[in-house]
């Protein structure tokens, strides 16, 4: 393909030489034109001069003025001089040769009749003059006189056909030189073009390997990115598959650790001590009773929901943590924002600097109330116990002397004694005997009893209670009104643990009353209502104020004085009646008295297969 480009672009050059060498051999010719024409125009004007000496020196002569020789020398010159400008030959005198030689054959047939014409009349007129010059003819002399402007004009129009003869073949040559300028331009152009565009198409043909290449490239890159793509989007599709993996078993993991934190009452906590900002787990803002978004953590927060009794020491005990690194772990009381008051226990660890500030501290919250509760339920119980076991001792070493005394005072009363000493000796035994059955009632209550459910009836429960009590109650001046249903169904429960329920109330009440107005009465109603029993304890103390009612069931509520309460015995009395399936209550309007309600479910059927504890 190139090849025939270069061989076209030659060609065209080729072309364009030829043109020039074309237009130089006109250029050459037109330059030998000028110079014949310079030469005509030279020997015409010659001629002219030679005409008019000829002329005058045949006139001359024909006076005797001048030889023969000189009008032939000048006729013979003027004669060359034509013959010169016809066609050539020998060389004027006053011209060289090489300027002779330059003046070419004309070939326009009018320019060659007219110099024709001009040899004519010229012989004719060299004639004349050799007549003149054989014969001194006087008509030859007027001919020559006459005719000698007519020879003039004649070879000045041979001459004036000449130079027009020559102008036109230099006008035909300034087209054909222009022509052929416009021609090699024209190719010039053409072929400038054909190289232009034989590089614009080489450039495109390139552009288009070079676009084709990129294509294939960019395809192949597309292809290997396709793939990189594909890979890369099966590495994120795994990745994705892991993290979802991974956080549905954080989540499952932080679900366990909050469900394991709800069952314990365990939270953590994070303090930022630099920036001040605690975050608490969910756990721990149900300890607290707050909601996250009601509550801003921070220290100065939470030591605001501290007992005032205990703000101090867990001041003291975390600036311990802080600046004397001392181990972190206290129990100290809260108060929600309902007013009731949680127990709860902290240990926390503290992170320092490289310098030793403190910078963070992490730890855990754990509500400890109901295990405080069962602590001090242990305490009393265990309380109790040693009670009952010294109770029992007293009572094993009261029955014996008790034994003599109603022995003793029965045999003296069947002696023949007088009659007031007989009422006295009577006096003495009821008493004995009554104070026998109060120790053998103690015995019967201090004694250890497995938990077991039978068949009992509520009525003999609360009257062995209010024998228990009737010495206190007549001290302290309290009557006791009762109005039992004689026919009342059995219930299945543990006569012991009913017995520790109603001596908790009838305690309560005979304080209050005592407290209020050192007497009082106690009414106890038991009745059936439906399928079950109802036993009610109602006192004409001070009542119970209304925001007290809905925590007098909670471990260490108390309105008693600080000694003479723990608190724990309505909370035990309503685990026991709630594991009995009945329920416990409190009716009271602030200085009319209170009534405690306890209904228990009907049971007509002992399904332990034991017997009747009244039996």
């Not at 793509?229 to 679900?255: C, F, I, M, Y």
């Not at 300890?287 to 929901?305: D, H, K, R, S, V």
């Not at 006295?424 to 201090?446: C, H, M, Q, S, W």
């Not at 479910?601 to 002992?606: A, I, K, L």
């Amino acid at each position: 393909m190139d090849f025939f480009i270069r061989k076209r672009f030659i060609f065209s050059l080729g072309i364009i030489f030829l043109v020039i060498l074309i237009v130089s051999f006109f250029a050459i010719d037109t330059l030998r034109l000028q110079k014949y024409d310079s030469v005509r125009i030279n020997l015409s004007g010659r001629q002219r001069m030679l005409s008019q000496k000829m002329t005058k020196e045949i006139l001359l002569y024909n006076f005797g003025g001048v030889s023969k020789d000189a009008v032939l020398s000048t006729v013979k010159v003027f004669d060359t001089t034509l013959i010169a400008l016809k066609d050539g030959g020998d060389a004027p005198l006053d011209l060289s040769m090489t300027e002779f030689e330059a003046i070419p054959e004309m070939e326009n047939k009018e320019t060659k009749d007219q110099l024709e014409k001009v040899m004519s009349s010229w012989s004719t007129f060299k004639q004349k003059i050799e007549s003149v010059l054989e014969n001194n003819d006087s008509s030859s002399m007027n001919y020559i006189i006459d005719n000698n402007t007519k020879l003039l004009n004649e070879v000045d129009a041979a001459v004036a056909m000449m130079q027009h003869n020559a102008e036109e073949k230099i006008t035909r040559l300034y087209w054909i030189v222009a022509l052929g300028i416009l021609v090699s331009v024209l190719i010039l152009i053409v072929a400038i073009t054909k190289e232009t565009q034989r590089k614009y198409v080489e450039q495109i043909e390139q552009a288009n390997i070079h676009l084709q290449e990129e294509a294939i490239q960019r395809k192949q890159a597309e292809e290997e990115l396709k793939k990189h793509r594909d890979h890369l989007e099966e590495l994120v599709g795994e990745r994705t598959a892991e993290l979802e993996k991974s956080n549905e078993q954080l989540r499952a993991s932080e679900t366990s650790l909050a469900h394991a934190q709800r069952i314990a009452h365990l939270g953590s906590w994070d303090w930022d001590i630099v920036n001040n900002t605690l975050h608490w787990s969910d756990e721990i803002y149900r300890i607290f009773g707050l909601e996250p978004q009601q509550f801003g953590a921070t220290y100065e927060a939470f030591l605001n929901t501290v007992h005032p009794d205990d703000r101090a020491f867990v001041q003291k005990s975390v600036d311990e943590a802080l600046y004397q690194n001392k181990p972190y772990s206290i129990e100290h009381r809260i108060v929600l924002p309902d007013g009731s008051v949680r127990v709860i226990q902290e240990q926390g660890d503290v992170t320092f600097d490289d310098s030793g500030e403190p910078i963070r501290m992490l730890g855990t919250v754990q509500d400890i109330t109901e295990r405080k509760k069962m602590e001090e339920q242990l305490i009393v119980t265990d309380r109790l116990a040693s009670i009952g076991e010294l109770s029992s001792g007293i009572a094993h070493e009261l029955n014996n002397p008790l034994t003599g005394v109603i022995g003793f005072s029965e045999l003296l009363l069947d002696r023949d004694l007088p009659d007031d000493i007989k009422e006295d000796l009577e006096v003495i035994n009821r008493e004995a005997k009554r104070t026998a059955g109060i120790v053998r009632n103690l015995l019967t209550f201090a004694r250890k009893h497995d938990t077991e459910k039978r068949l009992v009836n509520i009525n003999s429960i609360i009257e062995k209670v209010l024998e228990l009590r009737a010495y206190e109650q007549k001290v302290s001046n309290i009557e006791v009104d009762t109005q039992f249903t004689s026919d009342l169904p059995e219930i299945m429960a543990d006569g012991f643990q009913l017995q520790q329920v109603f001596i908790n109330i009838i305690i309560n009440a005979e304080h209050f009353m005592k407290e209020a107005h050192g007497r009082g009465t106690l009414t106890i109603t038991t009745e059936q209502v439906g399928d079950i029993i109802r036993a009610s304890f109602a006192d004409d103390g001070p009542g119970i104020a209304e925001e007290n009612l809905g925590h007098l069931f909670d471990p260490f509520f108390t309105t008693k004085e600080v000694g003479k309460g723990t608190g724990l015995g309505l909370s035990i009395s309503y685990g026991i009646i709630t594991d009995h399936g009945g329920r416990i209550r409190a009716e009271s309007e602030l200085g009319k008295g209170a009534t405690f309600i306890i209904e228990l479910p009907v049971s007509t059927t002992d399904n332990e297969g034991t017997t009747n504890e009244n039996s």
